[in-house]
């Protein structure tokens, strides 16, 4: 059982991440961190695929089927059930989640910042402009860990998202970003390990060379998974596909609270 932070990079491909992100590398390389490569479901879109990271379900089961279902989620997930164990939660992320799991529609000033024990997500810290900068997401995020020490924090950087699709994939802007991204999680993520904290590093979606997603290629459905667990030794690269549906049940099961019965997939620890 320990405290677990998801870094959803928004966009990231797996090609890209493996590529690019020397430090997420190092980590795998001397085997204090596990890689997978994910086989993300479909649609490749954002709002149902982080219902369906949240819930382990598809998007005919929980039913955000694309970016318009603007609704709270209506299938069992991480937050609520982190909730009803008593644990903490914490986001700094855009601000579909908060509409998936605090308040929807968004209302761009109240729920802004939120500090409410009776929320899903109980330390929001939301952002609406997809230009918003990762360096900033990723300062809200060591906030949040020093101020509030979350069981389970989401930080969702939307910055591959955004020059991916201003770019395209096959660009030097969008791998820069990949490794600029890397560069300034390093340092929160060697605090977030000293700290006991299981981290996953994985995406939502991947990216094409005319910058859009959606689709059902492998640059679209193909992203990383980091798996680093605290006192535990990686695997390095395992060289295994697995289903982004495991990845519910796994935060279910390193956070050591029941798994929801909707969770089917196998967790991965
Ligand atoms: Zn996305």
Redesign the pocket.
């Known amino acids: 059982m320990s405290k677990v932070i998801l870094v959803l990079s928004?966009?990231l491909r797996y090609d890209t991440a493996v590529a690019g992100m020397g430090t997420l590398g190092h980590l795998v390389e001397v085997k204090l961190a596990s890689l997978f490569k994910v086989t993300g479901e479909l649609p490749s879109?954002?709002?149902p695929?982080?219902e369906t990271i949240h819930t382990g379900l598809s998007v005919s089961e929980h039913g955000i089927v694309s970016n318009l279902v603007i609704r709270r989620s209506t299938s069992p997930n991480v937050f609520q059930s982190a909730r009803e164990a008593g644990k903490t939660t914490a986001a700094a992320a855009y601000y579909w989640f908060s509409e998936l799991y605090n308040r929807a529609p968004f209302d761009w000033i109240e729920d802004r910042e939120v500090d409410g024990e009776s929320l899903s997500i109980q330390h929001g810290r939301f952002y609406t402009q997809d230009d918003y900068p990762d360096i900033e997401l990723f300062a809200s995020a060591g906030m949040l860990v020093r101020r509030f020490t979350p069981d389970y924090l989401l930080v969702h950087p939307?910055g591959m998202?955004y020059i991916g699709g201003k770019h395209g994939s096959d660009s030097g802007e969008y791998r820069n970003h990949a490794i600029r991204q890397d560069m300034w999680l390093a340092t929160y993520l060697i605090e977030w390990m000293e700290r006991g904290y299981s981290i996953l590093v994985t995406?939502?979606?991947g990216m094409n060379a005319d910058g859009l997603?959606g689709g059902t290629t492998p640059e679209l459905r193909e992203v990383p998974l980091f798996l680093i667990l605290p006192g535990i030794a990686g695997k390095g690269d395992t060289q295994a596909t697995i289903s982004q549906l495991q990845i519910a049940p796994t935060i279910c099961k390193l956070l050591g609270i029941p798994i929801p019965g909707t969770m089917k997939a196998a967790a991965l620890v």
């Open positions: 928004d966009g879109m954002s709002r695929m982080y939307m998202d995406a939502d979606h997603h």
